[in-house]
């Protein structure tokens, strides 16, 4: 089973996503300190969400490019 997130996260991050795809790595840190400065939350809570949410996101987006990489002769 998975994790349940609101659908105001999921919402949220993958607006952030299809706006600023290059500007998110691989870096949870990172992702955590670019959400605080693009969506304006008074919530830690909230913020961690949404930077964990963009993780698993990008990290599937890589699973799956990978995938079709290999399995492209």
Same mark, same amino acid.
Do not use: C, W
């Given at each position: ?11 949220? /991050? ?27 939350? =008074? =919530? ?14 990008? =990290?599937? /987006? ?12």
């Amino acid at each position: 089973m998975g994790k349940v997130r609101p659908e105001r996260v999921k919402r949220i /991050a993958r607006e952030l996503l299809s706006r600023f795809p290059d500007r998110f790595t691989a870096d949870f840190k990172a992702k955590k300190e670019l959400v605080k400065s693009l969506v304006k939350t =008074s =919530s830690p809570k909230l913020r961690n969400m949404i930077a964990g949410y963009v993780t698993h996101l990008v =990290s599937t /987006a890589q699973t799956t490019k990978v995938e079709t990489e290999e399995a492209t002769p």
